[in-house]
């Protein structure tokens, strides 16, 4: 008990020392650079199978516009990774919440992240799962690690020298039995408003099938941190969904809190598949774009307007059946 004491008050942490297997856990890994010209998200994690066979650590790379995901495999014993904080090593790669280094074929380099932007973590609300992270058997949980912060560095691909100083990363992780059956997921932290860039605001949203003692409800985590107040749209707040709804072309949601409401239109856009955990290990199965486009709009209940933005360079994935998350 005081492992999972200390692991849930340390979200970004890593929490597989002693699980049973089959067990994942992934940490995701935004950035843009300053023109918003180089969209790319990293993500190292492990698998640990029932079979030896089947575990292994992993490093996977998608690049907005080339639309393959790159995974690169390591054995399970390369992995090494901290509990008490976000401190992940695999090979010569690194990964924590302050930096990033690479050195895989044809990508390498060293990213620095300033003014990191945590989820607040507190006994109560233990980061964005809430109290559900105190729950013992959910089938996956989440963190946020960053909701926004800057880079400086450079990274070389393929020869070639990407400039990410200036630029803008988001973190966020999973770890768990599995992924949900259904969910919606989307992030922008490149958000302008009126016309003009609004550096610092950042969505992370996610609705999703969770399954609950025996039956299952749909059930969502979304943030908005805008002007240095975080508004939270949560189930575990007693926020409603009022509308999702899923097109070819869009994803459209409404929901509200007791004292908010926020609608969200995603412009849906090509993108990799990235690997996700099945029980014989880790398979292409999630597609994923970073180039999507968010429209966000924050009304109080009474109808008055605080913010209304685009958010470009967007990370967004539609899995399942999603008619099942609809009010």
């Not at 030896?52 to 995901?69: C, H, K, M, P, Y």
């Not at 990274?155 to 992780?173: M, N, P, V, W």
């Not at 943030?223 to 994803?251: D, I, K, Q, S």
């Not at 993108?271 to 597609?287: D, I």
């Amino acid at each position: 008990m005081s492992n999972f004491y200390r692991t849930t008050m340390n979200p970004a942490g890593y929490h597989g020392q002693g699980k049973k297997a089959p067990y994942f856990e992934g940490w995701y890994l935004k950035l843009v650079n300053a023109a918003q010209t180089e969209t790319w998200a990293i993500i190292p994690g492990i698998f640990i199978g029932r079979r030896a066979t089947e575990s292994q650590a992993f490093i996977q790379v998608l690049r907005a516009g080339e639309n393959e995901v790159h995974f690169h495999p390591f054995p399970a014993g390369a992995f090494h990774a901290a509990a008490a904080q976000f401190d992940v090593r695999l090979g010569g790669n690194h990964f924590s919440q302050h930096s990033l280094t690479l050195d895989l074929p044809h990508l390498q380099g060293r990213l620095a992240f300033h003014n990191t932007t945590p989820w607040p973590v507190t006994l109560r609300s233990p980061g964005i799962m809430g109290w559900y992270a105190w729950v013992p058997f959910m089938e996956c949980y989440h963190g946020v690690v960053s909701l926004d912060h800057t880079i400086e560095g450079t990274l070389r691909y393929r020869g070639e020298t990407l400039d990410f100083s200036g630029g803008r990363g988001y973190i966020e992780k999973d770890w768990g039995r599995n992924f949900p059956a259904t969910w919606i997921w989307m992030q922008s932290n490149h958000f302008s408003h009126n016309g003009q860039p609004s550096p610092g605001t950042s969505l992370t949203a996610s609705i999703a099938r969770i399954p609950w003692i025996g039956r299952a409800f749909p059930g969502f985590i979304i943030g908005l941190w805008h002007e240095r107040v975080l508004h939270r749209f949560t189930t575990y707040v007693g926020a409603t969904m009022e509308t999702v709804t899923v097109t070819g072309e869009t994803v459209h949601c409404v929901v509200r809190n007791r004292t908010h409401r926020l609608e969200l239109l995603t412009e849906r856009a090509p993108g990799g598949l990235l690997y996700a955990p099945t029980p014989a290990g880790m398979a292409p199965q999630v597609r994923e774009s970073v180039s999507a486009a968010i429209t966000a709009r924050l009304t109080t209940l009474d109808g008055r307007l605080l913010f209304e933005g685009r958010g470009s360079s967007a990370g967004l994935e539609v899995q399942g059946d999603t008619s099942i998350l609809a009010p």
